[in-house]
């Protein structure tokens, strides 16, 4: 039955997500504890400052006391295993605790709210790059199927095989040397000006820092995405359906629109939905060009800053980002596509 699928599939969804926490909190188990000793260090050095009535001796009881305190408390006593997942524990249930070094833009350092400050940026940057190059991508991949081997799909085939072997951050600052530099049309990077403008002038603002981010974008997507839609649509027209609608007088744009985009959703929405949760994570590169405070730039940051809390946090973000997405794709199908056969054997 499907709620035992569904059941089960959400099962498997959180069982990988924890054991991939449990592997990263293993990989960064040497470096995570340095930085929480340290961490224990300067707080017990900060409280035993507020302690100027105690004398020399009693004071330096009392810091051996907290030490052993808190190194309890963050199990730093305890097995390796233990450790770990203490620590993986924690990642899955978004208790990330402070920063080192990075900041959010209030000058807070609790993980979480710089977590939650770069996620709507990466998600409204990609998103939208998404949404444009689908559209292009659906409607040049229909017009090139229409007439394969003809002159539109020759041409843009072979604009597809050069462009999709362009790195996406040459391209970008190919675009930011002609818009920026020479039509200055575009800012360099960033995600608002300074001083950051009120009211609509800010969504305006926004649109207008974003707007080279998603050109770049949607020129290195579209182009691939029409050349497999235009292959996944030639099969489509070849069916019998499709043949006895033309035979029968449907216009053509209801056969392409109507009939054969229809049958072809469900692979579409996979793949758009897929790339969605690929750059979610946010692509390291493609944002430190760009200056765009996303989830990829920030793990570069915390990569660089040596801030080992935030980047758990990060990978821990996106990598539940990708499951849930997963686990979401795989119960539409299971719901929506007779062919699937759930909860039996085939």
Same mark, same amino acid.
């Given at each position: 039955m499907y709620k035992w699928y569904a059941f089960k599939r959400i099962l498997r969804g959180v069982f990988m997500f924890a054991l991939l926490m449990c592997l990263f909190s293993l990989l960064f188990n040497q470096v995570n504890e340095q930085t929480q000793r340290s961490q224990i260090n300067e707080q017990?050095?900060?409280? &035993?400052?507020k302690l100027r009535n105690m004398r020399s001796e009693q004071?330096?009881?009392?810091?051996?006391?907290?030490?052993?305190?808190?190194?309890?408390?963050?199990?730093?006593?305890?097995?390796?295993?233990?450790?770990?997942?203490?620590?993986?524990?924690?990642?899955?249930?978004?208790?990330?605790?402070?920063?080192?070094?990075?900041?959010?833009?209030k000058g807070d350092q609790d993980v979480?709210?710089?977590?939650?400050?770069?996620?709507?940026?990466?998600?409204v940057l990609f998103s939208v790059a998404i949404v444009f190059e689908l559209i292009l991508g659906i409607w040049l991949g229909l017009k090139k199927a229409q007439k394969p081997g003809g002159r539109l799909d020759k041409s843009t085939s072979f604009v597809t095989m050069i462009i999709y072997g362009m790195p996406s951050w040459w391209l970008g600052m190919m675009l930011i040397l002609l818009f920026v530099y020479v039509l200055k049309l575009f800012p360099s990077g960033g995600v608002n000006s300074v001083p950051t403008p009120q009211g609509f002038a800010f969504v305006l603002d926004r649109l207008w820092h974003m707007a080279l981010p998603i050109m770049?974008?949607?020129?290195?997507?579209?182009?691939?995405?029409a050349f497999v839609i235009r292959n996944l649509v030639l099969g489509i027209l070849q069916e019998d359906y499709i043949m006895s609608a033309r035979a029968r007088g449907v216009p053509e744009r209801k056969?392409?629109?109507?009939?054969?985009?229809?049958t072809a959703a469900p692979p579409i929405?996979?793949?758009?939905?897929?790339?969605?949760?690929? &750059?979610?994570?946010?692509?390291?590169?493609?944002?430190?060009?760009?200056?765009?405070?996303?989830?990829?730039?920030?793990y570069w940051v915390a990569v660089q800053q040596n801030d080992i809390p935030v980047l758990?946090?990060?990978?821990?973000?996106?990598?539940?980002?990708?499951?849930?997405g997963l686990?979401?794709?795989?119960?539409?199908?299971?719901?929506?596509?007779?062919?699937?056969?759930?909860?039996?054997?085939?």
């Open positions: 017990v050095k900060m409280e &035993s400052m004071l330096t009881a009392w810091r051996d006391n907290r030490l052993d305190q808190l190194t309890k408390l963050y199990k730093l006593d305890r097995p390796l295993a233990e450790r770990v997942l203490f620590r993986a524990l924690n990642t899955i249930t978004f208790r990330f605790g402070k920063s080192t070094i990075i900041k959010s833009s979480l709210t710089i977590l939650l400050e770069a996620l709507p940026r990466t998600m770049t974008l949607v020129i290195l997507g579209f182009w691939s995405l056969v392409l629109f109507g009939h054969t985009l229809r929405v996979t793949m758009a939905l897929l790339s969605l949760l690929a &750059s979610l994570s946010g692509a390291i590169i493609f944002e430190g060009i760009f200056s765009w405070p996303g989830l990829g730039n920030l758990m946090g990060d990978l821990a973000i996106t990598t539940g980002v990708y499951q849930a686990v979401f794709l795989d119960l539409i199908y299971g719901f929506l596509d007779p062919r699937i056969k759930v909860g039996g054997k085939a």
